[in-house]
């Protein structure tokens, strides 16, 4: 590590960060344009084209809020609940690799903030201490329903956080290996050919009960509908951050976006190749360098454009997907949820790990 | 990195620094959210001695599972407003935890005086483990082939833990 | 009792349910109408007997109301307040004329009672403020939605 290595670290640490924190504000309004448009609304249009603005508005109005502390709370503790949602949601992403490697002045700049050796097992568990986040707010409020809101979160916290763990063991199977760079760069393979069409090897076609099982396990980990029986706001109000206003509960809000990005980011990167680029954009950059109008370090850099933009894309579609889920479906009631988790989802993912073995002797 | 030290002795005193906090706190919901640092500083020793697999279970299942079990325990019994009373403690406690304590410690002293800091280093150093592929490779092979016997015996054990706990809390009549 | 409605295989597995709910919600986000009125630059149409702010009719700038006291006398809510006093041409009329618009139901029975044609109520249904609600004879002589 010399002084250079130490300023591109910088700046991987300094875009990512600043991706991670404009994912809120731009998510809220999709979520409130989004919806809008699911019921039949028209949602916030009023401020700058289509709305756009509003998320601007809304970082401004939390600003400047009063910004009081109950009397009742347990202070030190409600203080520090924000911080502990937020500070884990922004580190994870930074074991996702958003582009492969490029060789720049002798160097190999690899796009990825920490290539860790236990990959996605770091976003697990710093992602398990995000929960504290909501625990910690909830018991500090000293209001029964943050209470009841805080003890739903961490037995479903506890719930689902197996099925999850047990889900990702089939990628771990298939690839062997638990390095995100290394199983990003198997799923460039080809899986086999389909007349003339390649099916690569990515994750959703080797991993397909896997992936289902992943998918709803991350809904009950970022608390999203229909889990999200921690805030339940016909129930128990808005759950743990019921007590909360202006700064602190957007950090709460901002700590759900990022851990929104973070999964989205990981299911792309387990199930749907992650980097590794759209059909048809790899023979448009074939193309391209046939024609001859790109070649040498011109050509490395539109292909890591390129990789970054695939990414996006299907980070960006997992993004959405949350949203609409949202606006589709009803709240699990607690005791469907918890039977849900153990009962369907728990055997599940045991049998997806057995068939994963009967499919790798096979092959 | 000659940087290390500097952050060991930093997460070792947070760490004593917290123990002692779960010790001689009143409150045992603020011993448990002490004792989660703990582990965290655990999790960050392991981590600077490149042993990144067992840094990130010790916060998954440590930190991350096992200390969310008991704050929901603690929250759900609502024990935060039960104050300890340890004088009415009789004078067998007293004596079996002064015992177990020095089991403990003499236990600890028998690891430190055989571990690789005074008879050298063990046979996994940090070369061979690159070699063969990274920590979590060189666990997942060594407990599938020379450690299978007592791998499979802990899971057993748990397993049997897991049913005994079912038949206890199981209602008579449903 | 418990009842547990009859559910095929298909339904047990919520997947094609939830599929085919998601393609309701996306199916509205492209292609739903949206009911959404642009509120201050497009307005919903009212009835014109839409019975909205109080005005009383004048001719000539004078107003109709001879403070016959019909319409306090009917009003269901006891909203209008009225102090005759007597012009020096001997006729009757209003010195003071209030509506206290937080208690009026906008019945329109004072409008219907009124011999002279002088209390209307008007399709205007904005009507609020920044002082407290009550209309006094100056503010209803303005002729706002005049009809």
């Known amino acids: 590590m010399d002084f250079i290595d130490w300023i591109i670290l910088g700046i991987k640490i300094g875009a990512l960060l600043i991706a991670l924190l404009s994912v809120a504000p731009v998510m809220s309004w999709v979520e409130r344009r989004g919806s809008a448009l699911m019921q039949n609304r028209l949602g916030p249009n009023r401020v700058g084209p289509f709305g756009l603005i509003q998320p601007i508005a809304d970082a401004v109005k939390f600003m400047f809020k009063e910004d009081p502390v109950p009397g009742h709370v347990s202070k030190f503790y409600y203080v520090l609940a924000p911080l502990i949602a937020f500070i884990p949601a922004l580190t994870t992403f930074s074991v996702i690799p958003f582009a492969s490697s490029i060789e720049v002045m002798g160097r190999v700049v690899r796009f990825q903030v920490a290539d860790l050796n236990v990959g996605f097992l770091y976003i697990f568990a710093i992602a398990a201490l995000g929960i504290y986040g909501v625990v910690v707010a909830g018991w500090a409020s000293n209001n029964k329903y943050s209470l009841l809101g805080s003890v739903r979160s961490s037995s479903q916290m506890i719930s689902y956080e197996l099925s999850m763990g047990l889900s990702v063991i089939g990628v771990i199977m298939i690839f062997s290996s638990v390095n995100l760079n290394d199983i990003v760069r198997d799923q460039g393979n080809v899986l086999f050919h389909l007349g003339q069409f390649a099916i690569p090897k990515w994750g959703i076609f080797v991993q397909p009960l896997g992936f289902l099982i992943f998918l709803i396990t991350v809904f009950a980990e970022t608390n999203r509908l229909p889990f999200d029986l921690p805030e339940g706001d016909s129930e128990i109000i808005a759950g743990y951050h019921l007590e909360y206003g202006s700064m602190k509960f957007a950090m709460f809000m901002m700590a759900e976006y990022i851990n929104m990005a973070t999964v989205s980011g990981l299911l792309a990167t387990l199930y749907f190749g992650g980097w590794q680029m759209l059909p048809g954009m790899h023979t448009l950059l074939e193309s391209f360098s046939l024609s001859g109008s790109l070649s040498g370090i011109t050509y490395e850099w539109v292909r890591i454009v390129f990789e970054m933009f695939s990414f996006v894309i299907k980070v960006a579609f997992f993004m959405w997907f949350f949203v609409w889920v949202r606006w589709t479906l009803p709240r699990f009631r607690f005791d469907q949820l918890m039977g849900f988790g153990w009962k369907v989802m728990f055997p599940l993912s045991l049998v997806n790990i057995l068939l994963t073995g009967i499919f790798i002797k096979v092959m | ?174 | 009792m418990l009842l547990k409605p009859k559910t095929s295989i298909l339904q047990k597995i919520y997947l094609p349910d939830i599929i085919i709910g998601l393609w309701i919600t996306i199916k509205n986000f492209f292609f739903g109408k949206k009911v959404t009125i642009q509120y201050p630059e497009e307005r919903r149409n009212y009835s014109s007997r839409l019975r909205g702010m109080h005005y009383i009719k004048t001719i000539n700038g004078v107003e109709n109301c001879t403070a016959c006291m019909l319409c306090p006398t009917v009003c269901p809510a006891e909203c209008i307040h009225i102090v005759a006093g007597e012009r020096p041409d001997k006729e009757k009329y209003p010195i003071s004329f209030e509506v206290d618009v937080l208690r009026c139901c906008f019945c329109g029975m004072c409008e219907e009672a009124c011999p002279k044609d002088a209390i209307k109520l008007s399709n205007i249904y904005e009507m609020s403020m920044l002082k407290r609600s009550v209309y006094e004879k100056d503010f209803l002589l303005e002729q706002r939605g005049h009809k």
């Open chain 2, 1 to 174: 990195m000659e940087i290390s030290p500097l952050f060991f002795y930093l997460f070792a005193g947070i760490a004593i620094a917290f123990s002692l906090f779960v010790v001689f706190s009143k409150s045992p919901i603020s011993s448990a959210f002490s004792l989660i640092v703990v582990f965290f500083c655990f999790a960050a020793i392991y981590a600077l001695l490149e042993a990144h697999l067992i840094a990130a279970l010790q916060i998954l299942v440590y930190a991350g599972a096992i200390m969310v079990l008991f704050i929901f325990v603690i929250m759900l019994l609502g024990a935060d407003k039960e104050v300890l009373d340890f004088k009415k403690s009789s004078v067998f406690l007293k004596c079996s935890a002064v015992l177990f304590c020095g089991i403990g410690v003499c236990g600890f002293a028998w690891v430190l005086f055989h571990s690789p800091i005074l008879i050298g280093t063990g046979p996994h150093s940090l070369e061979k483990i690159k070699m063969v592929g990274g920590n979590t490779r060189a666990i997942s092979e060594l407990l599938f082939s020379e450690y299978v016997l007592p791998f499979e015996l802990t899971s057993i054990l748990l397993l049997v833990g897991i049913v005994g706990c079912v038949v206890l809390v199981k209602r008579k009549s449903l």
